[in-house]
């Protein structure tokens, strides 16, 4: 038969001829290494003698930053050209004008930008201009990596993104998008700010995952275990998936065959003989809307009819009992797309044995139509017990039982060329097995960069309202009925303060010690304040006459911090002279004094007859007894509980609402969880430069926030241990509170600043002392503050509605 081709050329007919005979010649080599090397010279070589056309800029005025050769990735191939950007777009050309002659991105349009790892290099690049898109916008591939990292930085640079410190252009101050990490994500996950699916859509691709490269597609759960019921039951646990465990760990019976030949094997061992995720599977799931891609893959045939993707159910089986089969899905099936369910192309894709054409997937029983079956596995996946379960799945494949020996306890072992670092490619010098190796590698499946190196948080469900990993102090974060009738009261004045909290403003100041301000604590009706100083003294200040009425010195060394003790009648102040002083107010006389520490006491905690002191003699001290109510009456004996010992002086304490849970931060940043009802430590996480400044809570007493000399705010997840959220200010912020979403902080230079958190930014600066904010208080409803600062100063703030 003869052939006739029309070229849709700008070029010469003869120039296009002649590089069609070029890949000819290298088609008829005999080794494939030779084949490939002949392929990469000619296309370097027109590179080589090509250019970006200047003419295709925007405007007249763009300034080139720089310029290099690049390939375009798409699913299977790639587009040779150059890309440049200037100081206002990215810019892309290929050789072959397809799909135009010039691609271009506005900078400013950019929300998300990653660097990747391509073929198991460092050489990939991905933008994208939207924040949820499952696709990205361009996705290139350099073959130099200085050339990715350079234009990475630019953009980078360009957007704001923190962490990028090189000399570069000055770039527009409004464009600031937050680099994006995996535990900034979980924090905005775990609070209900991301679905679960598209908390799933940024670990995948943060994880190196992208639709524009099969061998790397986006990786999601099998979630429901029911495909044979006539209505699907989500109230029902026994309707899901195991999340726990991978695919293959499902059915027990496999699962033993399958360790038995693992235990046989030589090293290295695997347990899998298959991935979860490789071209071959996502092009199965894919066949309908994408024929040209497997035929492709399968050098122009479609696969044998029984082997299709005919049946939701019959898939879901093999993967259940097969002795090869163990995928996972694609995140098609938790989208809005139903065409990779339709035969809507009316493809010849064979007939089965029993006769029947392949057409449709077969759905479950459950779903009406494809709609129905997309919009139930998505409610599925957003459902409670998917909620509750997901981060079993994440620490699967993303996370610490990913690798190691928590992934064989785990029988999650795939085969070790599909790790990253399984193999050096670059140490391969036989061109022909160097080939080989990356074509098994890229058609035999990959496994996700590893993310998290620790068990991964589960998700804050409404259901939850205390903590839920299992452990002794459970049982006791509830508060006592009083206490919880009273929280349901503010409840809803609180989350309009905090919704608020943008609108605070400062009402009055008062200069009253004559060194910095150390502790602040307010009488129930709000009338006394009650602040300590390095100055010595304690001083009492009248809200309502603006006076002050006591100035009380204990001794002559600083007071650190203080507290009112429940029924507004005694007043404990800490002081760097390794004592713990109580003052009665009725009799204005100090009443006890507890020589507690072998060096300064830098802080103190009280809650339910407990007093917590914490000290630069590096313990932190748990006290009972009450002290003596009359001056006269015989000294209070205080019994020491327990001593919590850390490596270092301790520079700040904080207790969860319950009185169950302390976290503790030292001078060399370690932030420090207690489990108080057993007197264990729960966590020790190193996550400061410097001394930590302060600690707290959150209000469901699931996270810590701590903040430091390094200028950082660090979200620490309680169950975990893991460092889940951390932002950067442009100084250090001194003492903080919080809502579990928004905070407050005093910063170095007076500043009061307050953050979204789960935006990962400043919504807005207040200024305030004329000194570093040293100490804060916020009343029951969120609604006045009151701050201490190194001006000597007692400011006072109230949100205004």
Known sequence: MEYVFELDVSGKVEDVVETLLQLHRASCLDKLGDQTAMITAILQSRLARTSFDKNRFQSVSEKLHMECKAEMVTPLVTNPGHACVTDTTLYFQPLNGYPKPVVQIMLQDIRRIY?????????GLEVFCTEDDLCSDIYLKFYERQDRDDLYFYIATYLGLR?????????????????????????????????????????????????????????????????????????????????????????????????????????????????????????????????????????????????????????????????????????????????????????????????????????????????????????????????????EWIDLVFGYKQQGRDAVGAHNVFHPLTYEGGVDLNSIEDPDEKVA???????????????????????????????????????????????????????ESRTLAWSNITRLEPQEQHRIHKEAVTGIAVSRNGSSIFTTSQDSTLKMFSKES???????????????????????????SSSWDNNIYFYSIAFGRRQDTLMGHDDAVSKICWHDNRLYSASWDSTVKVWSGVPAEMPCARKQHFELLAELEHDVSVDTISLNAAGTLLASGTKEGTVTIWDLTTATLLHQIPCHEGTVGDSAFSPDSR?????????????????????????????????????????????????????????????????GHAGAVTCMWMNEQCSNVITGGEDRQIMFWKLQY
């Open 546 to 572: 603006r006076m002050l009425q006591r100035s009380i010195s204990f001794s002559n060394m600083a007071l650190s911090s203080c507290l009112l003790l429940p029924g507004d009648a005694t007043v404990i």
């Open 115 to 123: 660097k990747r790892r391509h073929g198991l290099m460092p050489l």
């Open 703 to 767: 996270h810590v926030l701590s903040t430091g000399a390094d200028s950082r705010l660090n979200v620490i997840d309680v169950q975990t241990g893991m460092l889940i959220s951390s932002l950067t200010a442009d100084e250090p912020q001194r003492c903080i509170l919080w809502d579990g979403s928004s905070v407050v902080s005093g910063s170095q230079s007076g500043e009061l600043l307050v953050w979204d958190l789960l935006g990962g930014r400043v919504s807005k600066r207040i200024q």
């Open 437 to 491: 190796m990356l074509t098994q590698i890229l058609e035999f499946g990959q496994t996700p960069r590893q993310l998290f190196v620790t068990p991964h948080p589960r998700r804050i469900t409404p259901k939850f309202k205390s903590l839920s990993q299992p452990s002794s102090y459970n049982a006791s974060t509830a508060d006592s009925p009083g206490e919880e009738s009273f929280e349901d009261l503010t409840e």
């Open 163 to 391: 962490g990028v410190t090189r000399a570069c252009p000055p770039v527009p101050a409004e464009h600031h998008v937050p680099e994006r990490t995996a535990e900034g994500y979980t924090l905005q996950w775990q609070r209900g700010l991301l679905s679960n699916y598209q908390y799933l859509l940024h670990l995948n691709s943060l994880a190196d995952r992208s639709c524009s490269d099969l061998s790397q597609y986006p990786v999601f759960p099998w979630v429901i275990g029911d495909y044979s019921s006539s209505e699907l039951d989500l109230s029902n646990p026994e309707t899901f998936r195991d999340l726990s465990k991978p695919v293959g760990a499902l059915n027990q019976e496999r699962l033993e065959r399958l360790l038995t030949r693992y235990r046989e094997m030589p090293e290295p061992r695997f347990m899998y003989g298959s991935h979860y995720s490789s071209p071959g599977y996502v092009l199965f799931y894919l066949v309908r809307i994408a024929p040209e891609y497997m035929l492709c893959l399968q050098n122009g045939r479609f696969d044998n009819a029984d082997r299709m993707f005919n049946s939701i159910a019959e898939t879901w089986k093999n993967c259940l009992d097969g002795a090869t089969d163990f995928k996972e899905l694609i995140p098609e099936f938790y989208g809005d797309d139903v065409s990779f369910l339709v035969n809507s192309l009316k493809l010849d894709l064979g007939k089965r044995q029993g006769g029947q054409l392949v057409n449709d997937v077969e759905l479950p029983p459950w779903a009406r139509s494809p709609e129905d079956f997309l919009q139930k596995s998505r409610a599925a996946l957003e459902s409670e017990h998917v909620s509750e379960h997901l981060h």
